[in-house]
């Protein structure tokens, strides 16, 4: 059974930046689409990023489009999440999931299979 465990999380400013890792042990996820999503208190958990397995297509929500960006590496079993330009509102638990979602799902959360345990970032105004 694949497990998902995510990393990079922690406190920064607004304006700052932070790369999430998620390295997936116990299996390949080579094969997998995988996704980034994110969960702040009070609300619902919310898509943020997707990317299919070899990386050819990629998907973002409208809040983090241009400022974030999704990328594999196969080879390491690992996802990333650049962000850059990081704004209080942002705040939140990162999730990264694994699944076979097919492109028009991307950004249903249903559609992932495998989930991490979670990284908190804080961004301080």
């Known amino acids: 059974q694949v497990q998902l465990v995510e990393s990079g999380g922690g406190l920064v400013q607004t304006g700052g930046s932070l790369r999430l890792s998620c390295v997936a042990s116990?299996?390949?996820?080579?094969?997998?689409?995988m996704g980034w999503f994110r969960q702040a208190p009070g609300k619902f958990r919310e898509f943020v990023a997707a990317?299919?397995?070899?990386?050819?297509?990629?998907l973002y929500s409208a809040s983090v489009k241009g400022r974030f960006t999704i990328s594999r590496d196969n080879a390491k079993n690992t996802l990333y999440l650049q962000m850059n330009s990081l704004r209080p509102e942002d705040t939140a638990v990162y999730y990264c999931?694994?699944?076979?979602?097919?492109?028009?799902?991307?950004?249903?959360?249903?559609?992932?299979?495998?989930w991490g345990q979670g990284t908190q970032v804080t961004v301080s105004s």
């Open positions: 999931a694994s699944g076979r979602v097919p492109v028009r799902s991307y950004g249903v959360a249903e559609k992932y299979e495998i």
């Open positions: 990317i299919g397995s070899s990386s050819s297509t990629t």
């Open positions: 116990g299996g390949s996820i080579n094969t997998s689409q």
